[in-house]
């Protein structure tokens, strides 16, 4: 069954394909070869029209999916889609492409039941946290991703429990000295973006530290 813009779009087209349609059936019979030049040009003009149409609708059904996420995610993806996602020298996603992440894993735990585990890692010393930036990425696993904050390191552990998550703790503080480190378990410390990320200081109670 068709869905209702797949309908709409074949209304639009109508016209332009009539009209096309008829400028190819006229073209046939008329003699005068200037008027035939024009008709058949208004007969591709109808199809080059036409397949615009596909074409912006085939893309325009691309952004809707790409975009059909909950309210604050959209706004997130729409606001900052033409940023980039990653940072080249560190392998870390970007701040909000790392928010928005975490929001999908936040649904994606909820549907099948899962937990999953946040660390963010701190300094005081913006070297050390430099040092962090550069090897968090190959302390992953490739289902794991992570984010830089500005202020902290985050990482995302999918279908990890907080015990879990002292392994990739123990790889960080192997070769940055000095940091501390807070996990937080989806749902058991926190059920939200704002929770699990330590903004404004939600659910902070919660989560336990770590100085190495």
């Known amino acids: 069954m068709m869905r209702r813009p797949e309908v709409r779009l074949i209304i639009a087209m109508c016209p332009t394909l009539m009209l096309g ?16 030049f024009v008709l058949l040009f208004l007969a591709v003009g109808a199809v080059a029209a036409s397949s615009w149409r596909i074409g912006a609708a085939a893309l325009g059904g691309t952004m809707m999916r790409a975009h059909g996420l909950p309210n604050r995610l959209g706004t997130i993806a729409r606001s900052e889609r033409r940023g980039p996602t990653t940072n080249t020298d560190t392998g870390l996603h970007t701040d909000w492409y790392f928010r928005l992440r975490v929001e999908e894993e936040i649904h994606r735990a909820k549907r099948y039941q899962q937990p999953f585990t946040v660390i963010g890692v701190r300094s005081l010393s ?16 490739e289902v794991d991703f992570a984010g830089d904050l500005g202020q ?8 990890t429990s907080r015990s879990g998550a002292w392994n990739v703790v123990t790889r960080l503080t192997s070769v ?15 059920s ?12 902070m109670g919660a989560i336990s530290d770590y100085a190495a």
């Open 21 to 36: 349609t008829i400028a190819v059936a006229l073209a046939e019979n008329v003699e005068r070869t200037d008027w035939r």
């Open 126 to 141: 913006p070297e050390t946290l430099d040092v962090v930036r550069m090897v968090t990425a190959d302390s992953l696993r």
């Open 152 to 159: 902290q390191v985050a990482v995302c552990l999918p279908n």
């Open 176 to 190: 940055a000295k000095g940091v501390d480190i807070k996990l937080l378990e989806f749902p058991a410390d926190g």
């Open 192 to 203: 939200t973006l704002a929770s699990l990320l330590g903004d404004g200081r939600v659910g």
